[in-house]
């Protein structure tokens, strides 16, 4: 076994390992449960409720994943008794994944809670490792108060199970933030050593399960409505209007080199806190394919202009975050600054394109693409125009 001490923030060639992948596989078991009891709640005329109860089991989930993330990409020493530990993790969110469905339908969070404490117990042990092998007091005192802040937390989550149903919103909104305050109280005079890059590439790859997730759900939902109600007419438009969604979702999220906004703890921090909404979002995309899915085919509870904003909102949520979190630190002009924003626009507005609203959105988002493309290329011709001018003039 050894020591469990802190990597180079530095290190060459620093990448994703199989067994963060394979974390990364499973998590989609519970985000697809989570996606499914979005979907439900909301063809069945019960959005607020469905949103708040996706809102809430989305955050265990992701909250979950980026704390292993970001433990991993500063300690990973790849040993068996982390690999055994990770391991427990993973079982962890297979135990959430599985009572994700009695917390949507009969508000029983107790399965949820379970695997959460299981998931976050793991990262606890990983931390007092850190601890016991620190090379200083500060990275030592930093590692005891993550492990002791993650276990507060976990004290104060038992109220979610053990109190009456209706506080259950409360409770996520108090406890949520206690957890999100553990990251800056435990790093506050010592920063761990997390590599930009890692971080950035282990995001993209979580975003990719994503998106892959949206496409998966949306061509079951497609294809049972093809099946059973022989109505591709009114699937088509629907089944390409997702595609170039996604497509052009996948297209705007890999455009610009995130890890070169990762300087410090502050950028750190508020850029992977943000994701939150841009995997949620996404993750609602399918959701929102699914249901218009189902009411084209006359299953779901619900008035078209519902069935179109389940799709339109999250898409033009998740182009807006995406611009707000690092695109925008990376595009030079006015033109290109509102790419983003005004396509968010566009996708909103396709709300009220009835029954061609998701393909309509879909252009939109395309149309983004396109025009990014050819902004970028002209600016690039613009800089090499300048440059070849200054090296005549020299």
């Known amino acids: 076994m050894r020591p469990l001490v802190s990597r180079d923030r530095d290190e060459e060639h620093r990448s994703a390992t199989p067994l963060e992948l394979f974390f990364d596989l499973c998590f989609v078991v519970a985000v697809a449960q989570a996606v499914a009891g979005l979907v ?18 989305f955050f265990a989930v992701w909250w979950a994943w980026m704390n292993f993330t970001w433990f991993a990409s500063a300690y990973d020493n790849d040993d068996a008794l982390y690999r055994l530990v990770t391991l427990v993790q993973i079982a962890g969110v297979l135990l959430l994944a599985a009572g994700v469905s009695r917390a949507f339908d009969e508000g029983d969070w107790l399965m949820v809670y379970l695997g959460y404490v299981v998931m976050r117990l793991g990262l606890v042990f990983q931390w007092l490792r850190v601890a016991r092998d620190a090379s200083d007091a500060a990275e030592r005192a930093m590692a005891l108060r993550y492990a002791g802040g993650v276990l507060a937390c976990q004290a104060g989550w038992s109220a979610l199970v053990l109190g009456p149903a209706w506080a259950a919103p409360g409770v996520f909104l108090v406890m949520a933030a206690a957890e999100l305050s553990v990251p800056l109280y435990a790093e506050r005079r010592s920063a761990s050593s997390w590599h930009a890059h890692h971080i950035a590439e282990r995001y993209g790859l979580f975003t990719i399960i ?67 909404l841009v995997f949620a979002s ?26 179109a904003a389940a799709v339109t909102l999250p898409s033009a949520l998740y182009l807006l975050l995406v611009w707000l979190l690092h695109a925008r630190y990376f595009k030079a002009g ?42 970028a290329a002209r600016e690039a011709d613009r800089q090499d125009g300048a440059g070849a001018r200054e090296g005549a003039a020299a």
């Open 40 to 57: 439900h709640a909301v063809a069945e005329g019960h959005a607020a409720e469905g949103l708040v109860e996706y809102v809430m089991v």
């Open 210 to 276: 994503v998106l892959g997730e949206t496409i998966a759900a949306a061509t079951v939902a497609v294809q049972s409505g093809v099946a059973e109600n022989d109505a591709l007419d009114e699937l088509a438009p629907i089944a390409a209007g997702g595609l170039l969604l996604v497509f052009s979702a996948w297209w705007i999220y890999f455009v610009v080199p995130a890890h070169a906004r990762l300087r410090s703890n502050r950028e750190g921090f508020l850029w992977g806190y943000g994701h939150y």
């Open 282 to 307: 996404a993750a609602a995309i399918g959701a929102g394919l699914e249901v218009s899915v189902e009411h084209a085919v006359g299953a779901a509870h619900l008035s078209g202009l519902a069935a």
């Open 334 to 375: 006015l033109a290109r600054q509102l790419v983003l924003p005004c396509a968010a626009l566009g996708v909103l507005l396709c709300t009220f394109a009835g029954h061609w609203a998701v393909l309509a959105a879909g252009f939109v988002a395309a149309a983004a693409v396109a025009a990014g493309v050819v902004l």
